[in-house]
């Protein structure tokens, strides 16, 4: 038992060490010893290891401002190693091949014509595309993203938006289809969210990424931890109703968020107010916005509805758990200034006084490709193990 516990301490300390090393390039080891409660020894131990293991890049004398032997520099080893990372959506995969230092190396994509297609795409675009891709480098793991629910008890997923449900074999089937491989299972609102935690960085402990795409998604964070995982088993945002006798939506409820705020309802909502939809019914977001910038009064006042509604949303979120930020990302961004102003405005006069009047709102940064950079970023901080043992193991948090 003593063996086991060491070599998970042994486990966490590589992770943490990469992590430092990832996060301040060229740091020297007598830096890391410095800002960590680890011995300059063991700090020594395990960058050695990682090194050995082809993690990290010892790149010689360094810069420093102190007189004497300059202590080395070092670097994770981007180009050597590679997280596969797999966006299935309602009608096509986003697949993308992401460097250990956060790069995006190759990017491709694969039409869907139905969800039952999506494992034996997955397969395919992961064999045909991304394997290929990879070249020598070493392939860390897989990550599929949901737009859904990543059950870790029952081991399965569900989601309305792709058509897969709690009952279906997907996740053994994908463990079986990518066999070999480390397999991870996330939640498209929780990549987005981790990756503004870690590449803006995000600076205040409470803080809620708002997710706004074909549906809506809230992630939480506390102390600058995610609340629950990146599993969406902390909130279910899209399904908080604001109009108990609104539409009807595909979770069983009535004026859930999703089905007034969300991209897959913007046709619904864009021909109640008289602006233009084309055959077929799909708008997006970006149209709304070419269309009240030219001028169109009815496509303004759109955007507006929409902002109200999601600032009611907003106001319980914050009610509830009191952030000091809110981040507003995904393709609801595409409706530009108006929008974010609208929610900001609303937000005055909804929810309680107090809280509300002490949080920041505003636009995400990142652009949409943060998805799969912040997978991969959260798979290897929080799951990947440097010390080789993650082999063909299940991630579903």
Known sequence: MALITQQIIRSENLRRIYRLIDRNANISRATLAGITDL?????SSLVDELIRGGYVVDCGAGISSHQGRR???LQVHGDGNVVAVISWRRARLDAALVSSDSRILFRT?????APSEGVKQIKRVFSRKLLPAAGDARVMGVCIIIPGIVDEERQSLFS??????????????LREALAGYPLCFLNDTACFAYAERVFTPVQE??????NVSAGVGACLFAEGRMLRGAGAMATQFGHFSIDRDGPACSCGGRGCLECLVGENALGMRAARRGVPVPEGGR??????????????ENAQALIADLGRDLACGISNLISLFNPSLVVVGGTGTNLGPAFLAEIRI???DMGFGEFVRRVKVKYSRLGLGAELTGAAQYYIDTHYDFSGNTQQQLFLR
């Open 160 to 173: 309305t938006v792709i058509g897969v449900d709690f009952n279906d074999l997907v996740v053994p089937q």
């Open 346 to 348: 609303s937000l005055q």
């Open 109 to 113: 994509e694969a039409p869907l014509s």
């Open 71 to 73: 202590p080395n520099a």
């Open 205 to 210: 402990p409470y803080f809620a990424y708002v």
């Open 39 to 43: 011995s300059k020894t063991t700090v």
């Open 283 to 296: 708008l997006l977001f970006s149209d709304v916005a070419a269309m009240a910038d030219a001028g169109n």
